[in-house]
C-alpha cells in the first residue's frame, strides 16, 4: 500500500520562511507532487519533483530524496493568500495515479 | 477556471435516490479521475479512466458507478448510498503520454450531502 505523513497544521508570520516535509511509502514511485487547496476550492498543481534534488518555482521550492523518501516543500516570502492546506501526493502507476497525504493547514499571520 | 467543470455543485439526496455527477473537461487531456475529500480525511482516489478504458477501481463500494463515455466527459453515477458517503467529490484530468510531470487539473467539485 501507499502512506504519506506531512504535518497537520504550520503557522508563520508574513514575509516568513516555511517547510512543509512530507514522508512516504509506496511501490511504483514515480515522482512527487504538490497541490494548494484553499477553503472551498479545487486543488491546484504547484511543483513536481520525479529526481533527487531542489526544484525552484519562484516563491516556491520543493525537493526530494527517494534514497530518503523524503521531500518538501518550501514556501519563501509568505503572504496572507498563501493560507491554504497543502498537500504532498506520490505519483505512480500507467495513469499517474496521485496518492495524497492528509494535507497541512498552512495559516499566515499579520 | 481550470478547465474543468462539475455540475451539480451542491447536491442532497435521501439514501433511497439516484443521481449523477458530471464532469467535463475542456483541455483535450486523455485521463479522467474520480476522487472523494471527506473532512480531515486525504483526497482519495476512487477511479481512473486513462484513454476511456477504466484503469484503477480503489475497491470502491458498487453502490458508486463510473461512465466515461468519451475522453472529455466522465460520470458518477451514484445509488443507494450512506450517510457516510457525504463528501467533496472532485473529478481531474491530465494529459499522459508527455513529458512529466502530468499535473492533474481539478474541478471544483460536487458538495454531496446524504440523509
Known amino acids: 500500500g501507499q502512506s504519506l505523513e506531512q504535518p497537520s497544521e504550520v503557522t508563520a508570520v508574513e514575509g516568513a520562511i516555511v517547510q512543509i516535509n512530507c514522508t512516504y511509502q509506496?511501490?511504483?514511485?514515480?515522482?512527487l507532487s504538490w497541490y494548494q487547496q484553499h477553503d472551498g476550492g479545487a486543488p491546484t498543481f504547484l511543483s513536481y519533483n520525479g529526481l533527487d534534488g531542489l526544484e525552484e518555482t519562484g516563491r516556491f521550492s520543493s525537493f526530494l530524496s527517494r534514497s530518503d523518501s523524503y521531500g518538501y516543500l518550501l514556501l519563501q516570502e509568505l503572504q496572507m493568500k498563501d493560507s491554504a492546506s497543502y498537500f504532498c501526493?506520490?505519483?505512480?502507476?500507467?495513469?499517474?495515479?496521485?496518492?495524497f497525504g492528509s494535507g497541512t493547514q498552512l495559516t499566515v499571520l499579520p | 477556471e481550470t478547465g474543468v467543470t462539475q455540475t451539480p455543485r451542491h447536491l442532497v439526496m435521501g439514501m433511497t435516490n439516484k443521481k449523477s455527477l458530471k464532469c467535463e473537461q475542456h483541455?483535450?487531456?486523455?485521463?479522467m479521475y474520480w476522487y472523494k475529500q471527506s473532512a480531515k480525511k486525504p483526497l482519495e482516489l476512487m477511479f481512473v479512466y486513462s484513454l476511456e478504458e477504466r484503469v484503477e477501481n480503489n475497491s470502491v463500494p458498487s453502490r458508486f458507478s463510473p461512465e466515461c463515455p468519451n475522453s472529455s466527459h466522465l460520470f458518477l453515477h451514484l445509488h443507494t448510498l450512506q450517510p457516510e458517503d457525504s463528501a467533496l467529490y472532485l473529478c481531474?484530468?491530465?494529459?499522459?503520454?508527455?513529458?512529466?510531470?502530468?499535473?492533474?487539473?481539478f474541478g471544483p467539485g460536487t458538495r454531496l450531502t446524504v440523509l
Open positions: 483541455l483535450g487531456h486523455n485521463a
Open positions: 481531474a484530468s491530465s494529459q499522459l503520454g508527455t513529458r512529466e510531470p502530468n499535473e492533474q487539473f
Open positions: 501526493a506520490v505519483t505512480r502507476g500507467s495513469a499517474r495515479q496521485l496518492t
Open positions: 509506496t511501490s511504483g514511485f514515480y515522482g
